[in-house]
């Protein structure tokens, strides 16, 4: 009896034209020019002039909070710093979720509202007045998303964590899988800081 072919499990290295997971995020007729403004084109800039843009070129110092820090806390930092969302952090200092702006919201809106968007819209102002002040009480541990109330790492959901070396195109990718707004970035277990949506945008619109 023939012994069945094994699989090729040899790390395969695609043409830069044919990378499906660029084709996914830049869309093919885009990517295959590599037009200026899209993730590729700037990919393509930055190998012309010779530079290599990584996450340690686009961090900046983020501020953190824990599960256990009030809502409201959490919301004032939000809103004071136009921050797209915070790092969540153990007692280490290390992140184990991120916190979205709109979790805080979520939060904040009764649920029979985001069943039925309808009757959001016969509540009247005071009374959302009172919605809001229901969050004087909660923690970010009721905000996290799923997974991740707990304040520490399940396992079982991929965080938007990566190091210093990480490329624009792995950001990206990383952005869009997890649905996070930023990235922490981490190295030998020391929270460097995070990359924004707003900054890796920035960045690529400016090539």
Do not use: N
């Not at 023939?2 to 044919?18: E, I, K, S």
């Not at 009764?110 to 016969?122: E, I, K, S, T």
């Not at 922490?184 to 960045?203: I, P, Y």
């Amino acid at each position: 009896m023939r012994a069945a072919p094994q699989p090729d499990l040899r790390l395969h290295t695609w043409p830069l034209h044919t990378c499906p997971l660029c084709l996914i995020l830049t869309g093919v007729d885009r990517f295959s020019t590599g037009e200026p403004g899209s993730l590729v084109g700037s990919l393509i800039a930055d190998r012309e002039k010779g530079l290599a843009v990584r996450a340690r070129d686009l961090l900046a110092a983020f501020p953190t909070v824990t599960a256990d820090t009030a809502v409201v806390e959490a919301a004032r930092l939000l809103a004071g710093q136009d921050l797209p969302g915070l790092i969540v952090v153990d007692e280490r200092g290390l992140p184990v979720s991120i916190l979205p702006g709109t979790q805080v919201l979520r939060l904040a809106v009764p649920g029979y509202c985001l069943d039925d968007p309808a009757l959001a819209r016969v509540v009247d102002e005071a009374h959302a007045d009172a919605f809001l002040s229901s969050l004087a009480d909660r923690t970010v541990r009721q905000a996290l998303p799923p997974d991740g109330s707990s304040g520490r790492s399940s396992g079982r959901r991929e965080l938007p964590v990566t190091d210093p070396d990480a490329t624009v195109l792995e950001l990206a990718a990383l952005m869009a899988r997890t649905h996070s707004p930023l990235v922490a970035v981490v190295e030998q277990g020391r929270l460097l800081g995070a990359v924004t949506l707003q900054a890796l945008l920035d960045r690529v619109l400016a090539a």
